[in-house]
């Protein structure tokens, strides 16, 4: 957990807010005007909302945006008594929306923000605006699967099924860097000590990278599925369906096949447009910020 005033020497200048009805002091942010339009920015593993810093200062200055840290990342607590699934970073998200009192919702997710988006809009479709998916997949159609892993989930199954996976990712406070280039990033220029810090320091040791260890293994073992297939019976998915979409897709990620994510979408959302970022990598939004957020604020301006 990083310390609450830390701003990174001032690359996070935003004020922090936290949310203790979850059981865990949860970190967020929220900027711009209360009464805008309502942007949540979520992000993955094993990252937090510092990958959004560039995104809100210009989206800030129209809509109300707000970027929370999940259990377990960045600047929110690292509960040792939790389960660590989709099913409870969907919970959380759906009491923090609660909280807020925050309908007409537009969702920007990348990597684990886009199943938990789709989790929680599938049962709480009345609050959603649209989405702005950036190298992730909700996972609801009936698309065939790859057949082999992506190197991100073979390098995990190779350490889980050698007992080493926990040994490995429970020591991110040093090795973060190394870890998000196997999903891949791209930008290399962004790399210094302020950046590693910014991402190594939610991890001083093993039992703050609980959520780190715990959300690959979520989808290599498919713990996530009765989850899923019980939002599917039970919420609408052709409303999901009907809101508007866009998704964004660096296509050199080695984390989730860019095809099968491209193929998910569309069937989901035919009539939606893809945009394929040739030279980014997993982590998009720091390989080429400014045309996701180019999008996300051309998409606002024709579904607001």
Same mark, same amino acid.
């Given at each position: 957990?990083?310390?609450?005033?830390?701003?990174?020497?001032?690359?996070?200048?935003? %004020?922090?807010?936290?949310?203790?009805?979850?059981?865990?002091?949860?970190?967020?942010?929220?900027?711009?005007?209360?009464?805008?339009?309502?942007?949540?920015?979520?992000?993955?593993?094993?990252?937090?909302?510092?990958?959004?810093?560039?995104?809100?200062?210009?989206?800030?200055? %129209?809509?109300?945006?707000?970027?929370?840290?999940?259990?377990?990342?960045?600047?929110?607590?690292?509960?040792?008594? %939790?389960?660590?699934?989709?099913?409870?970073?969907?919970?959380?998200?759906?009491?923090?929306?609660?909280?807020?009192?925050?309908?007409?919702?537009?969702?920007?997710?990348?990597?684990?923000?886009?199943?938990?988006?789709?989790?929680?809009?599938?049962?709480?479709?009345?609050?959603?605006?649209?989405?702005?998916?950036?190298?992730?997949?909700?996972?609801? *159609?009936?698309?065939?699967?790859?057949?082999?892993?992506?190197?991100?989930?073979?390098?995990?199954?190779?350490?889980?099924? #050698?007992?080493?996976?926990?040994?490995? +990712?429970?020591? +991110?406070?040093?090795?973060? +860097?190394?870890?998000?280039?196997?999903?891949?990033?791209?930008?290399?220029?962004?790399?210094?000590?302020?950046?590693?810090?910014?991402?190594?320091?939610?991890?001083?040791?093993?039992? *703050?990278?609980?959520?780190?260890?715990?959300?690959?293994?979520? #989808?290599?073992?498919?713990?996530?599925?009765?989850?899923?297939?019980?939002?599917?019976?039970?919420?609408?998915?052709?409303?999901?369906?009907?809101?508007?979409?866009?998704? #964004?897709?660096?296509?050199?990620?080695?984390?989730?096949?860019?095809?099968?994510?491209?193929?998910?979408?569309?069937?989901?959302?035919?009539?939606?447009?893809?945009?394929?970022?040739?030279? #980014?990598?997993?982590?998009?939004?720091?390989?080429?910020?400014?045309?996701?957020?180019?999008?996300?604020?051309?998409?606002?301006?024709?579904?607001?």
């Amino acid at each position: 957990m990083i310390n609450h005033d830390e701003t990174f020497r001032g690359t996070w200048p935003f %004020k922090p807010n936290f949310f203790n009805g979850n059981g865990f002091k949860q970190h967020y942010i929220d900027e711009g005007p209360t009464d805008g339009i309502p942007i949540i920015m979520l992000h993955g593993e094993p990252t937090w909302g510092y990958i959004y810093r560039n995104f809100i200062p210009q989206l800030s200055k %129209k809509y109300r945006v707000i970027v929370p840290d999940l259990m377990g990342f960045g600047k929110s607590e690292s509960p040792q008594d %939790k389960e660590y699934t989709l099913k409870t970073h969907v919970e959380n998200l759906a009491r923090l929306i609660d909280f807020l009192d925050l309908k007409n919702i537009t969702f920007v997710g990348q990597d684990w923000g886009g199943p938990i988006t789709g989790a929680y809009s599938i049962r709480n479709i009345d609050r959603v605006k649209g989405y702005v998916l950036i190298n992730t997949l909700f996972g609801y *159609s009936k698309e065939e699967r790859p057949k082999g892993l992506t190197p991100w989930f073979k390098w995990i199954k190779k350490h889980h099924e #050698a007992n080493t996976l926990e040994g490995i +990712l429970g020591e +991110l406070g040093s090795t973060v +860097l190394s870890v998000m280039k196997i999903p891949n990033f791209t930008n290399n220029n962004i790399i210094n000590d302020n950046w590693i810090n910014a991402y190594s320091s939610q991890f001083p040791n093993r039992a *703050s990278c609980i959520g780190a260890i715990n959300f690959p293994l979520d #989808a290599l073992l498919n713990r996530i599925v009765p989850f899923i297939v019980e939002g599917i019976k039970q919420g609408n998915l052709s409303e999901l369906c009907s809101k508007p979409a866009i998704l #964004a897709y660096g296509m050199q990620d080695k984390a989730i096949d860019p095809d099968y994510a491209i193929r998910d979408f569309k069937a989901l959302f035919p009539n939606s447009s893809v945009t394929k970022i040739p030279n #980014a990598g997993h982590y998009s939004q720091e390989d080429e910020p400014q045309i996701l957020i180019d999008l996300i604020d051309k998409f606002m301006s024709e579904n607001s």
